[in-house]
């Protein structure tokens, strides 16, 4: 590692510390786990007792529903979700396929943390459409479910819910209809979904951060702020073709093809309540004439945040799951995530995945390492003659770079050949950084003494916290900074880097090792075996280089560039012009300096 490098992988060490400390999730500061306590205050808008709200004429031919809440339960291969006919709504949606980090039935909908309205203004007053009792019915339309529940409003007008349920997946169609007529109706109806999200996994703190609305808004994504700790709002207008609120690792949302004329979203946020991760509001304006024309055709999906998963939903419903910023997006999406997945079909062990994902990884990445390893053992050669220039030029350091960018002419080094690689490599540094915490397939997955890779592991619970580091140790993030600084100490016997700079390059995995303690295991296990797969490439890398014959190969250069058979390369060009500039510029200061003193 030579003097470029190591600044290089300072300034990288800088920018991951303000990423990862002010933009990536915070580190878990609470000092226990939060158990899955139940809210003790009433939930947001809880639905009114058992009493149809009403207040119109309706004729004496007309059969009045049932007073009293029947349930309709339907069972699929993934849900099981039970409906009402008080107001026509989902009272309780269960995801059989998945469990709460404690263990309990995982519900994304139940009567005492969702609310349901569909407020609308019928023959001049305001009614919530939702406090009504329907007629249920069921049948089949294929292997489909049809729930449907109907509401005479009159003598000739009806309204009618109906939801469509597959045999598998997490899609539900909702259809939305007033039959004859809606003249007396106002121009949009609007649904107001209210929903307090309670934890769900392990790390209160973690949840919260990853805990927003999230909207496909005039074609296209966008959120409200993840890490926000006030209420968020923000007021929709235009095309927006669906809502989701989002947890962690799962969503409720709800979508429409022909798209909503607007709406509005909210998140709150109580620190103290330790309950409740937020509270979610939702308000979508339905067209009262799309209702009445039968093209109220919309969709609830209640399922994981899965990125596999949710591409086929609907357009743009994959950004849920955030893979990074460009280049890092196209790198997941096209190569780590295929990879990553293409190994899950093949092995069920994660902890083996992730051993043969780094393999994998390291392959593509050898002829970069490669690069790096023999540009540092060009600079070790060039060592004790760099050493002699400090010596020789003493402090000037403009002389220094001046003589120090002439040896490498002659020897025929690039200074930046060393560093390149290393930045080269950072977009699949980063993409790590959003595999693993985005990944629900680790998920409750344990490894060794880690009972959730997609989660902090560990091995000792503080009874302090420690600023930017967290309350509890994980041995995952001990055992990378520890193969990290074994590392960095083998690349510093071949640099030519000494006194306060040469002590920078350790700084690097000290950084990760308070940034990561939080962070998913997955993560920090992924490096550690990083760390060893490297090792082992190096060991091997080294038996190809042969550093008495690069010598051998610098020195014919030296002997082509002083009897000029050898051209300067552009980039040398431009780089000592580019010194000669500021060498001038420094001396045209110096003399300005010393005539303003005169004067």
Request: some cysteine.
């Amino acid at each position: 590692m030579d003097r470029n490098s190591a600044i290089g992988l300072t300034l990288i060490a800088a920018v991951l510390f303000v990423y990862f400390t002010w933009f990536a999730a915070k580190p878990n500061l609470e000092t226990k786990p939060i158990a899955e306590t139940p809210v003790s205050e009433a939930p947001v808008q809880q639905q009114p007792e058992p009493t149809d709200s009403l207040n119109v004429q309706v004729s004496v031919e007309t059969e009045e529903p049932a007073q009293t809440e029947e349930i309709t339960t339907i069972n699929t291969k993934d849900v099981t979700v039970s409906f009402t006919n008080k107001g026509g709504v989902i009272r309780e949606l269960e995801l059989l396929n998945y469990k709460t980090y404690r263990g309990k039935p995982l519900l994304l909908v139940d009567p005492s943390s969702n609310s349901f309205k569909l407020k609308t203004r019928y023959n001049g007053q305001d009614i919530d459409l939702n406090s009504l009792f329907y007629t249920a019915s069921q049948t089949k339309r294929g292997d489909t479910t049809l729930v449907t529940f109907t509401r005479a409003l009159s003598e000739n007008t009806q309204l009618i819910q109906q939801y469509a349920i597959p045999p598998s997946g997490y899609k539900i169609g909702y259809d939305l209809k007033i039959t004859g007529g809606a003249n007396n109706f106002s121009e949009q109806l609007t649904l107001d979904w209210q929903n307090t999200l309670r934890l769900l996994e392990k790390d209160l703190t973690d949840s919260r951060n990853n805990t927003t609305i999230t909207y496909r808004h005039n074609n296209s994504f966008d959120e409200l702020s993840q890490r926000s700790t006030s209420t968020e709002r923000e007021v929709l207008t235009g095309n927006l073709n669906w809502v989701s609120i989002k947890q962690k690792f799962f969503l409720a949302s709800i979508i429409s093809e022909k798209g909503f004329p607007g709406g509005e979203v909210e998140t709150i946020f109580n620190e103290s309540d330790t309950s409740v991760v937020k509270r979610a509001n939702v308000k979508i304006n339905i067209p009262t004439q799309d209702v009445a024309n039968g093209t109220a055709n919309y969709s609830f999906y209640f399922g994981p945040n899965d990125y596999k998963e949710l591409g086929k939903i609907t357009e743009g419903f994959a950004k849920n799951v955030y893979l990074g910023w460009p280049p890092v997006y196209w790198i997941n999406k096209f190569v780590i995530f295929p990879i990553f997945h293409l190994l899950i079909n093949w092995i069920g062990h994660f902890g083996i995945i992730i051993i043969i994902l780094v393999i994998l990884l390291r392959i593509i990445l050898l002829p970069l390492s490669y690069r790096s390893y023999l540009s540092m053992a060009k600079m070790k050669i060039l060592k004790p003659e760099l050493d002699e220039i400090k010596e020789r030029v003493g402090d000037d350091m403009t002389k220094v770079q001046q003589e120090q960018m002439k040896l490498y002419q002659q020897a025929g080094v690039n200074p930046l050949s060393g560093c390149i690689p290393l930045v080269l490599q950072m977009p699949i540094l980063f993409a790590m950084f959003y595999l693993f915490p985005n990944s629900i397939e680790l998920r409750q997955q344990s490894f060794l003494w880690a009972d959730d890779l997609s989660t902090y592991d560990s091995i000792l619970n503080l009874p302090f916290s420690i600023p930017f580091y967290g309350d509890h140790v994980s041995l995952f993030t001990i055992l990378m900074t520890a193969s990290t600084l074994i590392y960095t100490w083998q690349n510093n016997q071949m640099t030519t880097v000494q006194g306060p700079m040469k002590s920078m390059t350790y700084m690097m995995p000290i950084i990760f090792l308070f940034v990561l303690n939080s962070f998913p295991a997955g993560l920090s296990y992924y490096y550690f075996i990083t760390n060893l797969v490297t090792f082992g490439q190096q060991a091997i890398i080294k038996r190809f280089v042969n550093e008495d014959k690069i010598k051998k190969v610098m020195e014919d250069h030296r002997k082509k560039v002083v009897s000029g058979n050898v051209k300067k390369s552009r980039f040398m060009s431009k780089l000592e012009d580019a010194m000669k500039a500021s060498e001038e510029a420094r001396k045209q200061a110096e003399e300005n300096k010393k005539k303003r003193k005169k004067n």
